[in-house]
């Protein structure tokens, strides 16, 4: 089935591991985003990109790097894992980012951070 | 204060109830107005999408927009057990030509049998 495909869809990690949590669609989508959810916050943008090869930084960007090699992928990098990034993360992907274009978003990765 | 305010509910009605989610703003610059609609463990997915004031209807949803007062809602009429998520709303604007948006944190709506 079309849409957003996010792996995995749970970790655990140790304070100071890094991953990659990744994020792939196959609509043709040329914005990409990544947000974070936590109770009581709401949906926080990380990290977005506008097309393959340009990102850029979103609300709460410490912490996380992207890339945007290919117009499908877009993966998300923790570079050295918090417990203030135990959270659910979750990729969206907009054919353009403009109006009347809502976001499809992935099932999520929840992630645990000990 | 935050730019979108939602309150977090929980919302508990009887199935066959008229819903009425709410959301104010404070950005007057805020054009476009969208609902999202989130199952437990799983990620939003667009419900509806209206732009600038006015009502818009897809079955037994209706979204209205009231920017004089900066004031969004949802309505759900004949609600069902189906209908149990939490309901985002998400709104944009032009700045500079982004149309990123801003949620709010959400409304979990539980309808019982």
């Known amino acids: 089935n079309a849409g957003v495909t996010q792996t995995p869809k749970f970790q655990v990690l140790k304070t100071g591991q890094s991953m990659t949590l990744q994020c792939a669609q196959d609509?043709?989508?040329?914005?990409m985003s990544w947000y974070r959810q936590d109770p009581g916050m709401g949906l926080r943008l990380i990290h977005y990109?506008?097309?393959?090869?340009?990102?850029d930084q979103g609300e709460v960007p410490n912490g996380y790097n992207v890339s945007r090699s290919t117009t499908e992928d877009f993966p998300l990098r923790l570079l050295s894992a918090a417990p203030s990034q135990t959270s659910v993360y979750f990729c969206?992907?907009?054919?353009?980012?403009?109006?009347?274009?809502?976001?499809?978003f992935g099932s999520g990765t929840r992630l645990t951070v000990v | 204060q935050k730019e979108v305010e939602q309150d977090p509910g929980p919302l508990s009605v009887p199935e066959g109830a008229i819903v009425s989610l709410n959301c104010t703003y404070s950005n007057s610059a805020f054009q476009y107005f969208m609902w999202y609609r989130q199952y437990s463990r799983k990620g939003p997915e667009l419900l509806m999408y209206t732009y600038s004031s006015g009502n818009k209807e897809d079955g037994r949803f209706t979204a209205q927009v009231d920017k004089s007062s900066k004031y969004i809602s949802l309505f759900i009429r004949d609600s069902q057990p189906s209908d149990s998520a939490t309901y985002l709303c998400?709104?944009?604007?032009?700045?500079?030509?982004?149309?990123?948006?801003?949620f709010g944190r959400g409304t979990s709506l539980i309808v019982h049998p």
């Open positions: 609509m043709n989508h040329e914005y």
């Open positions: 990109s506008v097309g393959a090869g340009i990102t």
């Open positions: 969206a992907s907009s054919y353009i980012q403009g109006p009347g274009y809502g976001y499809t």
């Open positions: 998400a709104m944009s604007g032009t700045s500079g030509g982004s149309y990123i948006p801003t």
